[in-house]
């Protein structure tokens, strides 16, 4: 999905998939599909996630996020990497030096367990990030 904006496809800027305002949800690469379907079904429960796809990640362009964030209070990061020293430690980390007054919650993240990644499918798609996981962290947020 190759969004085109006003001047053009720009894949070093992150990309607004959706616009909300109970939380911000923050992702990149693999994880975006189960945003995507974790966002629907918080649609459908009346919380309006903002979606904001990263693309890519160095350099790391925040201004989208810390603007989403100062509207909705409240940042989600989804990463298929491992919560310590990865990408959702950056964001959490960077999100909160720089709008920590705007934040009404402390960053949730959900990562892949702290486990080398099992080769086995079922073992695998138990390590990674999942849907439920994604919807479950949401609702803390906003509750």
Avoid: M
């Amino acid at each position: 999905d190759c969004a085109e904006t006003a001047d053009g496809f720009d894949a070093w800027r992150p990309l607004v998939r959706e616009r909300g305002d109970a939380l911000t949800i923050v992702t990149s690469s693999g994880s975006l599909p189960k945003v995507v379907a974790a966002a629907e079904q918080l649609n459908r429960s009346g919380i309006r996630p903002e979606l904001i796809d990263l693309r890519c990640l160095r350099p790391l362009v925040l201004k989208p996020v810390l603007a989403s964030v100062q509207r909705t209070g409240r940042l989600l990061v989804v990463d298929e990497g491992w919560r310590t020293c990865g990408l959702a430690a950056e964001v959490a980390a960077s999100v909160t030096e720089q709008a920590f007054a705007a934040l009404a919650k402390p960053v949730a993240r959900v990562c892949t367990a702290e486990v080398p990644i099992p080769y086995a499918a079922h073992l695998e798609q138990a390590a990674l990030p999942s849907v439920e996981r994604i919807v479950t962290a949401a609702r803390e947020l906003v509750a």
